[in-house]
């Protein structure tokens, strides 16, 4: 009886301490001095926004991250919580500076340019 209490305990505890170990791994919040791009490879509209920033935005230093490997669904999970984004999250998620857009749609063009200005200017500053 007690050989099985120490294994239940045992895997129980392994369990928690597993978990602990994956939220270890995700910074508390991403830095504002870079503009971080979070896509997935089957999202129709994050083709449309990488269009949209190519063809507008072509000297835009930007990190590209693919929220289908490890890392980057980890640094996903940190956008999220800087910006307080819960349940339905998705792509594309860009995250400037102070600002985000979640989504894509011609609509957000004009907040994206107004977004990435303010951030260029607050650059400057530096």
Partial sequence: ??????????????????????????????PN??????YSSGCPHCHEAIR??????????MEMVNIERP???????AGCRKFGLTGNVGTPLLCIGKNHIMGWTKEFEPDFDLYIQAFLNEQKKK
């Fill in 33 to 38: 001095d870079k503009i971080f791009f979070f």
């Fill in 52 to 61: 949209y920033i190519n063809e507008n935005h072509k000297t835009l230093d």
């Fill in 71 to 77: 890392d980057g669904y980890r640094l996903f999970i």
């Fill in 1 to 30: 009886m007690k050989k099985t209490y120490f294994l239940f305990l045992l895997i129980l505890l392994s369990g928690a301490l597993g978990i602990r170990n994956a939220e270890a791994g995700i910074p508390n919040t991403l």
